[in-house]
């Protein structure tokens, strides 16, 4: 059974950072795109960053790029989603998700993780 494990997420005044974990299992990611969405009160899920787990593909959302950096723990079969100078506008709840086309549309996706709830106050 394939399962995607987030952890990491609070609450936090803007200007703080979190980390947020996705532990990966049940089957090998090795050619998936492994990654976060967001979803904010009342908006449509939004790509946030993806990475692969065999080369060393990053890409980023407009509204991150700059402040959040993505990495990965092959052996830990663990991504990690490092969020700097955090913004009230970055309040969502934030999904892990595995997928194998690198499109960064949410319905390319193919598994995702439970969400983590991430509020920035101002």
């Known amino acids: 059974q394939v399962q995607l494990v987030e952890s990491g997420g609070g609450l936090v005044h803007a200007g703080a950072s979190l980390r947020l974990s996705c532990a990966a299992s049940g089957r090998t990611f090795g050619r998936y795109y492994m990654g976060w969405f967001r979803q904010a009160p009342g908006k449509e899920r939004e790509f946030v960053a993806h990475i692969t787990w065999s080369g060393p593909i990053k890409d980023y959302g407009d509204s991150v790029k700059g402040r959040f950096t993505i990495s990965r723990d092959n052996a830990k079969n663990t991504i990690y989603l490092q969020m700097d100078s955090l913004k009230p506008e970055d309040t969502a709840v934030y999904y892990c998700?595995?997928?194998?086309?690198?499109?960064?549309?949410?319905?390319?996706?193919?598994?995702w993780g439970q969400g983590t709830k991430v509020t920035v106050t101002s």
């Open positions: 998700a595995a997928e194998q086309s690198g499109s960064r549309r949410e319905t390319a996706v193919e598994y």
